[in-house]
């Protein structure tokens, strides 16, 4: 199989991507509507569940063998791969939740961060909103910088930039284990998007690329471990987390972010970048 049809769609493949991924946006919506003191994992999860069937899709995510559950919830130092469930949100906790739908056999797949409030901790709440602000930023400079980019290095490349220009003088560590990925029939696929520099180019962007982008980022060293229930990962340090993702398509006429309803350009209008329809 060529370098092409493995990891690059048609102009109708991309269209058939769309759908599935507002139906992610609009699960994370609703996890991100509820995100309170004491709400449980499981409630967000349910939240998301219900959107995601009302539309006519699946989750994703448990079509991923060993895994039952809509969404993935990390909370404080677990980084990705949460699992929801009785663990009750508390004042200050930064939570990720990640989501993805399958919708006539087309994935989205999409993450956010959220802070919890907690005036008895302002500086607790104020280091893990800046985590979270830089982690966010970072994902749109990746998100930009496929607008012009060669190869696909240069995705990588742009979030390590930015984080290390808007991280505090500690600095913040960027998981090497955890990356993006290439996304369509299949939540993931082929091409891996690191969130860091590295020596390899990468293939080329050009029309039909479609990408899972999803900087993983931690308030101190980037070591992790798998927790007992075999999904969660968390810091081996105990530092914050925060995870942001996007499904973006590479097109004829720019680029376009499949689980954003505006396409990325809220998102988008800081690094000067209009995204365009697909076709």
Not at 217 to 231: L, R, S
Request: glycine content about 12%; aromatic content about 6%.
């Amino acid at each position: 199989m060529s370098l092409r049809r493995s990891i690059y769609k048609t102009p109708a493949q991309l269209r058939a991507m769309v759908e599935p991924g507002l139906i992610t946006a609009a699960a994370l919506d609703a996890a991100r509507a509820l995100i309170a003191p004491g709400v449980t994992t499981a409630e967000l999860d349910a939240a998301a569940s219900a959107v995601i069937t009302a539309r006519g899709a699946k989750s994703n995510f448990q079509m991923v063998r060993g895994y039952r559950h809509t969404i993935c919830a990390s909370v404080n130092e677990q980084v990705v791969h949460g699992i929801p469930g009785r663990r009750v949100l508390e004042p200050g906790d930064i939570v990720s939740i990640d989501a993805g739908a399958e919708y006539k056999g087309w994935n989205g797949d999409s993450a956010f961060t959220s802070v919890l409030a907690d005036a008895s901790r302002p500086d607790v709440v104020a280091e893990r909103q800046r985590l979270s602000d830089v982690t966010e930023g970072s994902l749109w400079a990746g998100i930009a910088a496929l607008a012009t980019a060669s190869h696909l290095g240069e995705i990588g490349a742009a979030v390590q930039g930015h984080i290390e220009a808007n991280a505090p003088a500690t600095g913040y560590g960027i998981l090497r284990e955890y990356v993006g990925h290439g996304i369509g029939r299949k939540m993931h696929e082929a091409p891996s998007v690191f969130n860091y520099r590295v020596p390899d180019r990468g293939p080329e962007v050009r029309p039909g690329l479609v990408l899972a982008i999803e900087p993983m980022v931690v308030t101190g060293d980037q070591a992790t471990f798998i927790e007992d229930d075999d999904w969660t990962v968390s810091t081996l340090d105990g530092g914050a987390g925060s995870h942001w993702e996007h499904s973006v398509a590479v097109h004829e006429d720019g680029i376009w972010v499949l689980t954003a309803p505006d396409g990325g350009a809220a998102g988008l209008a800081a690094f000067g970048v209009t995204p365009r329809e697909i076709p």
